[in-house]
């Protein structure tokens, strides 16, 4: 068979063409403006809500006090906007692990036509120590608000509204732990929809739903031009260590949907995340998607939510669902399809089964060489960056190392089977890893079965095609294979960045697998040359240039530990400054390196010997005095004490540690008794620990409840603060411009042996 040597040309300029498409189907609606309509969201008013709110720019922890001044303008914009509402004062403790806080949630209340379960819109108003919050999550704070203006001008809807704004969600999801383990209104609450932020731009996605879904997804694909979402991320959510307070709702087995943003991941938690860098239009996003949805839910009778469904939005504008039960039959009539097709085509099954055990080769040797590829990267620059600055040399290696494996691939594949019958091969094993996915994956079935469908119906209608027109007609079934590989490749890179490419290049590998056979008639030592020398450039680059920014800085937290009783401090960078690369050590790498022991660790302290620490020097006393414990009485009977707790230092976090062999069964803080157990893995292993934050100025009284009591237990109470002591200074000043501290950031931690 004479090969079409312009076929490879096609191909790479259609799946162009066709990748832009995607990508610009799934950005954020237009913007709309003050002036707009008062039945519309605009991004502009809750925009300028937000530049209220934040405009000290600061952290807001839970417990802070600007946390608590953020608090007093949320009531306000409350009263503006007419809405009754409460403050849920209480402490609160984490379901998962001893981690507690006294919270302080905003419960705001629009009044519907009858007593039915309330429609609760959720985000919450804290921020971590490190950043302002602006998209964690003061735009899911504004685009609630500003929803709620645009619902109450339309109520009474069916249902009521409640406006539920949560607080201390950074410090273990407590804020909704406190409303929906112990507010009367939490059992009235029908559905939750969550909004969060993890970036500081992109579209709003449905990050996940609650099992059973029907009622919910359609809700807010009905008359509704942006949604967009992948029910694959319900299952990667699942395997992530990521929480959000929807994870409290759907313990308490309400049904609801969980909204998030992930564009610009690298502000995430760092002081990037501030009003100026929050794109506008990722908050239009999160407004459209609350209102629809509300809208219909409003009306809608809540009695069944139907059944599970998985859903795909958006393909070129489109979303698409569907049942899950139906993935199944979908599969068994694409296969049907595919065999008529080649009963047709009158290709043999000897080839058509050589063309199925070269797919997996292709889809291997793309991988790998992937895989390759950054760690040839992060060989010669000791590192791989997670979000660099100037990211070129990582999208180009990214291109050129998966192109490889498949050249590579392709040039095997050809030398035993030609291109219909690689093309057969290649869907019959998609059929496969379908059912697969479909079995032990539902959620993500659907990435599968759209492409299968649309691609066993193109194979059966070029079976009517002229001969000299077939391959170029073949070349339809990209269309809906791109948004399930590279489309989700590109949102992957976006959202995870490169530290997590092994799970970027599996979809490079798919959408490798269905171009394999178009690239047949390639001169492949030419290409693989060219090719060769693209990773090279990657590469080199990758290792060379000073890839960070101001705005994609380089994460180093500096930690300060002080144990008071054995009078030792040294002070540890948490992070890879080491890894830096740049031809111009300036302006971390110097400062810090008369404090930086590169040949040896340190361990934390005494109960933590595993918890070592490379980069870390000798340091001085902080002078600060510690915290402290004292015991005020014996309670119940006599196997339970209370105890009262507090920072001399006003740090925001204090931290108490008993051996595992004190026999602590629970501990009673407010009205809560909390049940514990020892660690079994991590810095705290063999230990009890209590977890305390937001604390500040506060003293805490808490009762500890053991099996059997025994005199003179001996821990250890820590008290941590975001407060560096002043003889850090000029480690401070040195971590600047291109480096940030990132989440809980930098940290002074104050540890004392304690008896009890």
């Known amino acids: 068979m004479a090969r079409n040597k312009l076929m490879p040309i096609y191909v790479i300029f259609f799946s162009v063409v066709l990748f832009f498409l995607q990508h610009a189907s799934t950005l954020s609606p237009q913007v709309k403006g003050i002036e707009s309509d008062p039945d519309q969201f605009s991004a502009e008013r809750a925009y300028e809500t937000l530049k209220v709110l934040l405009k000290e720019n600061q952290p807001h922890p839970v417990g802070s006090e600007l946390n608590k001044i953020i608090k007093e303008r949320l009531i306000n914009e409350l009263n503006q906007l007419g809405i009754e509402h409460q403050v849920q004062k209480t402490w609160a403790c984490s379901s ?69 704004l949560t607080d201390a969600e950074e410090a273990g999801l407590l804020g909704a732990e406190a409303f929906f383990n112990q507010h009367p209104l939490a059992k009235k609450v029908g559905v939750v929809l969550n909004i969060e932020g993890s970036g500081t731009s992109g579209g709003s996605m449905v990050l996940r739903t609650s099992d059973k879904n029907e009622l919910l997804i359609k809700s807010l694909s009905h008359e509704y031009d942006h949604a967009y979402g992948f029910s694959l991320a319900n299952e990667i959510f699942k395997r992530m260590p990521n929480d959000t307070d929807f994870s409290v709702a759907k313990r308490a087995n309400i049904p609801g949907m969980d909204f998030a943003f992930a564009g610009e991941r690298n502000h995430y938690h760092t002081p990037n995340d501030n009003v100026e860098n929050l794109d506008i239009r990722t908050i239009q996003h999160h407004g459209e ?156 079935a659907n990435i599968f079965i759209l492409p299968l469908v649309f691609g066993s119906t193109v194979i059966l209608i070029s079976t009517f095609i002229k001969e000299q027109y ?40 798919l959408y490798a697998i269905i171009i394999s056979p178009f690239l047949f008639s390639l001169r492949m030592k030419s290409a693989i040359s060219y090719i060769v020398l693209v990773n090279l450039i990657a590469i080199t680059a990758g290792s060379t240039l000073n890839l960070y920014t101001e705005m994609r800085p380089q994460h180093v937290n500096i930690h300060f530990y002080e144990n008071l009783d054995a009078g030792d401090s040294f002070v540890h960078l948490s992070g890879n400054y080491k890894n830096v690369t740049t031809s111009d050590p300036e302006p971390l790498i110097k400062p810090l390196s008369s404090y930086v022991d590169e040949s040896s660790t340190k361990a934390l302290a005494s109960f933590a010997p595993g918890n070592k620490f490379r980069y870390w020097a000798d340091s001085v006393s902080s002078e600060w005095k510690g915290p402290s414990i004292a015991l005020k009485e014996k309670v119940k009977d006599g196997n339970s004490i209370q105890i009262n707790l507090k920072s001399n230092r006003s740090a925001s976090r204090v931290v108490l540690l008993l051996p595992e062999d004190s026999n602590l069964k629970s501990f009673n803080i407010g009205t809560q008794e909390i049940k514990t157990s020892a660690e079994t893995r991590g810095p705290f292993k063999g230990y009890y620990f209590i977890y305390l934050s937001g604390m500040y100025d506060k003293e805490i009284d808490l009762v500890l409840n053991f099996d059997d009591y025994q005199k003179d237990i001996n821990g250890y109470l820590l008290d941590i603060s975001t407060q560096l002591p002043k003889h850090l200074n000029n480690l401070y000043e040195a971590r600047s411009g291109i480096f940030s501290p990132v989440h809980r950031g930098d940290q002074a931690i104050l540890i004392k042996n304690i008896q009890i």
């Open 470 to 509: 077939k391959l170029s007609f073949l070349m339809l079934t990209l269309v809906v294979a791109l948004p399930s590989t590279l489309g989700l490749i590109f949102a992957l890179e976006q959202s995870q960045g490169y530290k997590l490419v092994w799970a970027v290049l599996p979809f490079a590998g």
């Open 289 to 444: 998607n609350i209102l629809s949805a509300s809208r219909d839910l409003l009306s809608a009778d809540w009695n069944s939510m139907g059944g599970k469904y998985v859903y795909l939005g958006s393909t070129y504008g489109f979303w698409t669902e569907w049942k899950s039960s139906n993935s199944l039959i979908a599969l068994i009539l694409s296969v049907l399809v595919l065999i008529v097709a080649m009963i047709r085509s009158k290709v043999g099954f000897k080839t058509t089964a050589l063309g199925f055990v070269f797919t997996p080769i292709t889809l291997f040797t793309t991988v790998f060489s992937g895989v390759l590829g950054f760690y040839l990267l992060s060989l010669f620059s000791g590192n791989i960056i997670s979000w660099p600055g100037i990211d070129w040399p990582y999208r180009l290696l990214l291109i050129g190392s998966t192109f490889m494996g498949l050249l590579i691939g392709s040039s095997l594949s050809r030398k035993f089977v030609q291109e219909y019958e690689m093309i057969y091969g290649t869907w019959f094993f998609w059929s496969i890893l379908t059912l697969l996915v479909t079995l032990f994956l539902p959620n993500a």
């Open 96 to 164: 998962r692990f001893a981690a507690c806080a006294e919270v302080e949630n905003l419960i705001g209340i629009i009044p519907g036509k009858t007593d039915l379960p309330y429609l609760a819109l959720m985000a919450h108003y804290d921020s971590v120590p490190m950043a302002s919050g602006a998209g964690d999550d003061g735009a899911g704070v504004v685009a609630i608000l500003e929803a709620a203006r645009v619902l109450k001008l339309e109520a009474p809807y069916d249902h009521p509204i409640m406006l539920l």
